[in-house]
């Protein structure tokens, strides 16, 4: 005769998911949309001087003349991002920590 035992069902995996979900949704409701302020500018006459750097596929322009004003990068959709990486790390070198990029 053979004994049969009752298998053994771990429920330890399942309470670290469902406590991960709820983490998981208490800090989504937290970060709504709007809940944090982002600092935009938009059309509404609230915009920012901004220094603007253009990154072209053969050029950039706007990189020599820094001031201390805010930059607002833009990038051409031709570009590599290792054209971007120079960029960021030439301003990183000059101290400028106000970067935006225009979208």
Known sequence: M???STPHI????????????????VCAAFFQAGALPAGLSG????????????IAADK?????TLNSLPVLI???PD???VRVREVLHR???QHITNVNFAL
């Not at 771990?10 to 949704?25: I, Q, T």
């Not at 059309?43 to 253009?54: A, F, L, R, T």
């Open 2 to 4: 053979s004994h049969r």
């Open 10 to 25: 771990d429920l330890v995996p399942l309470l670290d998911v469902v406590f991960l979900l709820l983490l998981f949704f």
């Open 43 to 54: 059309q509404n006459g609230n915009s920012k001087e901004y220094q603007k750097i253009v």
């Open 60 to 64: 950039i322009t706007g990189l020599d």
């Open 74 to 76: 833009e990038v051409r």
């Open 79 to 81: 570009v590599v991002f």
């Open 91 to 93: 301003l990183q070198e």
